[in-house]
Each structure stands twice: as C-alpha cells, then as structure tokens.
C-alpha cells in the first residue's frame, strides 16, 4: 500500500520532470541533426547521424563567439563592480557609526527594490544618449552595476549586521584602519555572502535582454541573448544551427548551476523575497 | 573605537559611489519619467512642449492601451487559478517523497534562471507549427495543428504556457522551503490521531503555507507588471497587437515611433498601476492573512 502510493507521487513528479526537461532533450537532439526536414520527420527520435559541424556553424557563422565573449565581459566586469560597490556601502551602513544616517540611507536603497525597473527604460535611454555611451558596452555595463546595487546592499547589509562586534574592536585595537578593517577583515568574512550575490548578479546580467536589445545596435557589440534572437529572426530556417546555439547560450549556466546549485537557490529566492 | 569608526571621510569615500550610481539610476530616472510625461518630447529634439494631462487622456481613452493591460491582468489571473495550484500541489508532493528529492528540486529550479529571451526562442520553435514539439504531441491525440503564435486566440496562452514554464518551479521551492519548515511533531501529532495523508496535507499543511502562497501571489503581480522580454521575443506583441503588455506598448510608442513624452507617460501608469496593486493587495489581502496567524 506504502509502495503503491509512493510510485504514485513518483509517477506525477516525473510528469512534471518531463514537461520541463523533454525542452531541452528536443533542442539537443535537433542540435545535431542534418536539417529542418530530419527534424520535421522525427521530431522525439535521435539524430540519424550527429551533425557536429552545425556547431561549429552556429559558433562562427552565426558569430555566436563575438556575442558570447561579449555576454562574458560585461556580466563579469558589472558583477565585479556592483559587488564592490555595494560592500563598501554595506559596510558603511552596517559597520561606521553614524546610525541614523546609515538607517535613511538603508531606507532610500530598500525604496530601489520597489521600482519596476522595465519602466527606467526610457529615461535610462536617454540618459546614455546625453552621456554619449550609447552603442558602447558602457551603456550595458553602468546600468548593470548600477541594477544590482539595491538587492547587493540589502543582503550585505544583513550579513555585515550578524557579525559580532568583538572582530573589529580587536581590529581597532591592533591598530587597523577602517580602510584595512573592510579589506583585511569584512571582505574574507562575509566572502560565502559575496560570492552567492556575484553569482546571481552574473546570472541576471548574462540573461539581461531588454536594454541591450534596446541601447546597443552595432552587431559586433551585441549580448548572446539579442544576438540569439536577431539570429533566430535571421537564419529561422536553419533550426539545427539555431538548436545549437541555444546550446551555447545555457550551457554556462547549466555549468555554473551544476557546481553551485545550492547557492544559487538561496540566492536567488532570497533576493525575490527581500523585494 | 568609536573614534577609529566615526570619520566623515572615510564614511564618504564608502557610501558616494554606490549611492551616486543608485540615485542616477533609481530616483532621478523617476524623476525625468513624470516630467517628460507632460511633454510631447519626440526624444531626440532640444525643445520640450509641455501640453499638460494631454498624454494622459489619450492614453487612458486609448482602446490599445486598455488591451495591453488587460494582458497584464491575464498574467496575474493566469498565476492565481493556473500556476498556485500547480505550484501547492508539486510542493506538497515533492515535500512527500524521500528518493529522488534532490533531483526534482534542482530540476524543476533550473528555467528560472535562464534566459527569459533565449526560453522565448524555444518555446517558438516548441510552438513552430509544422514541426514544433505542441502540435506534435497534440497529433498523437488526433488534435489539429494550431498556428500558435500567429493565431490572435492561441497567441496570448501560448506565451503565458511559457510564462509558467519558466517560473512555476522557482515558487515551488519558495513553498517547498517553508513546507520543510514546518515542524515534524505536527505532521506526528495528526498522524497518530489518525489523519490520512491527504487530511494532513488539507488541514494541517496548507493552512500553514497560506502566508508564503501570499508571498507567491505578490511576486507575480510584480512580475506581470514587468513582464515585456518574453512578449518581444514570441510574438513582439502582435498578431495585430494581440499580446502586447504596458511594457511593449511604451517601447513601440517611444523608441520605434519617437513619442517619448507619451512613452514616458505609460512608464508613469505602469509605474502607479504597480503600486496601487501592491497597496490594494497589502491592505485587502496580505493584511486579512497575516492577521488570521496573529
């Protein structure tokens, strides 16, 4: 009876797994297969033969390696930048002692997190216009930095607060710096709670489609998310290339997501909540 | 101590760059966004025309404005009756089974932190009508092709399909997270006094999890208001502007046809839509749940 019922649920949860991983299995097929019509004729099966080359297609052809390296750069430099920025002001706010005007300060960077950021598209377009960025990496980057701060601070903030007092008073004591207190002690400390941030960070800047669709127009300069859908709308009659550069463009994230899955999900949840 | 941690500089030095970034990306956009919304800015020209409520009035009488709206209100509706139940039901199930959990959970996590544009190409090829994997499958059931995306009836359903796809399991293991933390004597207590599984669930689990299913809810308004990327990579809004949202409405008038002010002006009325269905939400709703725990 115990057995029956637990095949049950097991039956409804692997449902469940097909509808969301059958997806991927069916890209991944057509990924290697020889054309729209192998598709059309056996879209379940495997691939007669496996079509590698249209990897290689995708990666040059389709300038999948521009877009890609691009993506790279600009998630990594924002992640690295707002995370620096946003540990010096958790810092501050959570560690100096000028509590009322870290709380006020706290207060206005929750008020961020209220925002509907889709809605700042416009006047954060005409802002890079005046500023003369546009068509530059520079007008996805500051943004991107500037993006993450809110959710950054938050979470710091509660991190840098849960750390006893005693540290930086022997810190003090010893003769350091706040400069040296937030390098030499904070920073290695509250390193478990930086790296789940960058990573989330990364993610939300390597996925970011809507400003750069909009603040870039130069192909060579493009992200792997526009650079996939101008591609799509392009070469739509080529689904076996486009297969495989929907490969190109999850597989980091798949990769990043099997090592640190753990982390991701906390992050993750945690910053949705906090909003 | 309090000396070594109580200099106005260095104090500066920490807070201006995070906070100078915040403020010119935060509130002086909002800023700009209201001002422009009372001119017939075309974006590109020096000179503002400041025409009062004008924009306005011609968004709020504008029919096309309304559908897109009501767009936004299809992903909201479509979360509540469509997603929560799925949502309480997988948690519930997962929360039951020991074997195996670990793989649902990183499963059933893994879209949502992929790209919402690079999904929105693969469930267009999903959709494709003569060899996407839907109309396939629906042929095993005798079922006729349907042009997904290009038919004004299917459009919108398949893009909220995808919609869910993405973001069901991210909720699932917001609920599931609070489904474990229940305590296990309560679950013991009802066992012995007799209850069955499904008891268990109904009566003890599910009153429970009430508050964060709140929590859900509440992040699908917000998510619906902000909802535009998988709207521009399925169907850029149409047929016929069929699945345009505010969103992709504010795009079009302000960045394809040059009416900035007006673009501006729908930025604003997402902007207080949001706002007003948060605090209608938090007051009506979230308030009556939260006292009931209390």
Not at chain 1, 216 to 240: E, K, Q, W
Not at chain 2, 8 to 35: C, D, E, Q
Not at chain 2, 50 to 56: C, E, P, Q
Not at chain 2, 171 to 197: F, H, K, N, S, W
Request: glycine share 6%; with cysteine.
């Amino acid at each position: 009876m115990q057995t029956a019922k637990r095949t049950i649920l097991h039956v409804f949860l692997m449902g469940y797994l097909l509808v969301i991983l059958y997806p991927f299995l069916f890209v991944l097929f057509s990924s290697v297969k020889t054309s729209n019509q192998e598709i059309a004729a056996r879209p379940f099966g495997l691939p007669e033969s496996l079509q590698w080359t249209n990897y290689a297609n995708a990666w040059v052809n389709a300038k999948i390696s521009t877009y890609f390296l691009n993506s790279l750069y600009i998630g990594l430099l924002s992640a690295c930048l707002s995370i620096l920025l946003a540990a010096m002001l958790a810092f501050a706010i959570s560690r100096m002692r000028y509590r009322r005007l870290s709380m006020l300060l706290f207060q206005l960077v929750l008020l961020g997190m209220l925002i509907p950021n889709n809605a700042l598209l416009l006047p954060i377009y005409g802002m890079m216009r005046e500023l003369h960025i546009l068509d530059t990496h520079l007008a996805l980057i500051v943004p991107y930095t500037a993006n993450a701060i809110p959710f950054s601070v938050i979470i710091l903030t509660a991190f840098m607060r849960a750390l006893p007092g005693e540290i930086e008073e022997a810190a003090v004591m010893d003769g350091l710096s706040p400069l040296g207190l937030f390098a030499k002690i904070m920073v290695p400390l509250t390193l478990p709670a930086l790296v789940t941030i960058f990573i989330i960070n990364f993610l939300g800047n390597w996925n970011e489609f809507l400003l750069a669709n909009y603040f870039l127009s130069d192909d060579a300069l493009m992200t792997l998310p526009v650079g996939m859908v101008g591609f799509r709308d392009a070469y739509n009659t080529n689904y076996a290339q486009m297969s495989a550069g929907i490969v190109f463009s999850v597989l980091p994230v798949l990769i990043l997501y099997a090592i640190l899955q753990e982390k991701i999900i906390e992050g993750v949840t945690a910053g949705s909540v906090k909003g | 101590m309090n000396q070594a941690l109580r200099r106005p500089l260095i104090y500066l030095l920490f807070v201006l760059p995070g906070l100078v970034l915040f403020a010119a990306f935060f509130i002086y956009p909002v800023l700009t966004a209201v001002t422009n919304s009372f001119t017939s800015w075309n974006g590109i020209s020096q000179d503002k025309a400041y025409i009062g409520v004008d924009n306005y009035t011609l968004a709020l009488s504008d029919a096309a404005f309304w559908r897109s709206v009501r767009n936004n209100s299809y992903f909201i509706l479509f979360s509540c009756f469509v997603q929560v139940p799925l949502i309480v039901l997988f948690s519930l199930l997962i929360a039951q089974v020991k074997k195996l959990k670990g793989l649902y959970k990183t499963a059933v996590f893994l879209p949502s932190i992929l790209s919402t544009a690079v999904i929105g190409i693969l469930w267009g090829f999903i959709y494709h009508p003569d060899f996407g994997l839907m109309n396939e499958a629906l042929g095993l059931f005798g079922i006729e092709s349907v042009y997904w995306l290009s038919d004004r009836r299917w459009a919108m359903v398949a893009i909220l399909i995808t919609n869910a796809w993405q973001w069901t399991g991210f909720y699932i293991i917001m609920v599931l997270a609070a489904i474990l933390a229940i305590p296990a004597e309560l679950e013991e207590a009802a066992r012995i006094d007799g209850a069955t599984g499904i008891q268990r669930a109904l009566r003890i689990t599910l009153p429970l999890i009430v508050p964060i299913l709140s929590v859900v809810v509440m992040l699908s308004i917000a998510g619906a208001m902000k909802a535009a990327d998988i709207v521009l990579v399925m169907t850029k809004g149409g047929p016929a502007g069929s699945t345009d949202v505010m969103a992709t409405y504010m795009i079009r008038y302000a960045i394809t046809s040059f009416k900035h002010g007006y673009g501006n002006t729908i930025a604003v009325l997402i902007f207080v839509f949001t706002i007003v269905l948060t605090a209608v939400y938090q007051l009506l709703i979230a308030r009556r749940i939260e006292g009931r725990e209390a």
